[in-house]
């Protein structure tokens, strides 16, 4: 019972880290501003120190020279801590991909743990919600609006 009470608690006020790396974080920013205002969902204080954030969003390419502190960024957050790869540079590399290339690291799941992938170059701000209802899901156990709202 308590733990359910502290997975909606955590599930309805997720943090995220103010950290973005190339273009997704755009549109990671636009779904912190109005027209999609992030905030429905609890999930707009983001917070500059990774003490005091609950998820971070990779949002754009990760270099290697960048990935170092990266991951200690991640080792700096506090657990429980969730990890959400936003957009085909954080999932895999994405269009910096190529035979031979050297300076891309190919998703940051070979850093450290991710719990929710969002595709896309970029994906929409709609999209980082989804992702958002999908981690919200993972912590519940259940889905706080249908997938599809019907018309
Ligand atoms: S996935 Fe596309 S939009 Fe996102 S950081 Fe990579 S190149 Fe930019």
Do not use: H
């Not at 027209?35 to 707009?44: H, K, L, P, V, Y």
């Amino acid at each position: 019972m308590l733990d359910d009470v502290l997975s909606l608690a955590r599930a309805n006020s997720l943090w995220p880290l103010t950290f973005g790396l190339a273009c997704c974080a755009i549109e990671m920013m636009a779904a912190g501003a109005s027209r999609f205002d992030i905030s429905r969902f609890g999930a707009e204080v983001f917070r500059p120190s990774p003490r005091q954030a609950d998820v971070m969003i990779v949002a754009g390419t990760i270099n290697k020279k960048m990935a170092p502190a990266v991951r200690t960024l991640y080792d700096q957050m506090l657990e429980p801590k969730w990890v959400i790869a936003m957009g085909n540079c954080a999932i895999s590399g994405g269009p910096f991909v190529f035979p031979g290339q050297y300076a891309v690291v190919e998703g940051v799941d070979k850093l450290f743990p991710v719990d929710v992938f969002i595709p896309g170059c970029p994906p929409r701000p709609e999209a980082l919600i989804e992702g958002i209802l999908k981690l919200e899901e993972k912590l519940t156990g259940k889905r706080r609006w249908p997938e599809v709202i019907p018309q």
